[in-house]
């Protein structure tokens, strides 16, 4: 079975840290630009960051840039995400999703990333 799962998510205080991680079974995550995406009750999906396939291109959302750091390691076929001085405002279900690509960068739009995890629920809170 093909699937990406997340874990890592948990509770946290504000200015905390925790580190997500993506598995892929099924599959190797080589063809693969990988991206972070979050949703806040409420609110409406949105991108976080995203990993080209090589690892040597990542993006962030403003709102997380300087705070998250997105890193991959091929040979294990897990992505990760380092979140930093966590904020009340980073409360949200993470979703990690896996575009096939020939490109050399990532995208960080919903509609290119056809395999997406089950998510994993980080809460910032004291």
């Known amino acids: 079975q093909l699937q990406l799962v997340e874990s890592g998510g948990g509770l946290v205080q504000p200015g905390g840290s925790l580190r997500l991680s993506c598995a892929a079974s099924?599959?190797?995550?080589?063809?693969?630009?990988i991206g972070w995406f979050r949703q806040a009750p409420g609110k409406e999906r949105e991108g976080v960051s995203c990993i080209s396939k090589s690892g040597g291109s990542t993006k962030y959302a403003d709102s997380v840039k300087g705070r998250f750091t997105m890193s991959r390691d091929n040979a294990k076929n897990t992505v990760y995400l380092q979140m930093n001085s966590l904020k009340p405002e980073d409360t949200a279900v993470y979703y990690c999703?896996?575009?096939?690509?020939?490109?050399?960068?990532?995208?960080?739009?919903?509609?290119?990333?056809?395999?997406w995890g089950q998510g994993t629920q980080v809460t910032v809170s004291s």
């Open positions: 999703a896996a575009d096939y690509t020939f490109q050399a960068i990532c995208i960080m739009k919903e509609r290119v990333y056809e395999k």
């Open positions: 099924g599959f190797t995550l080589d063809y693969y630009a």
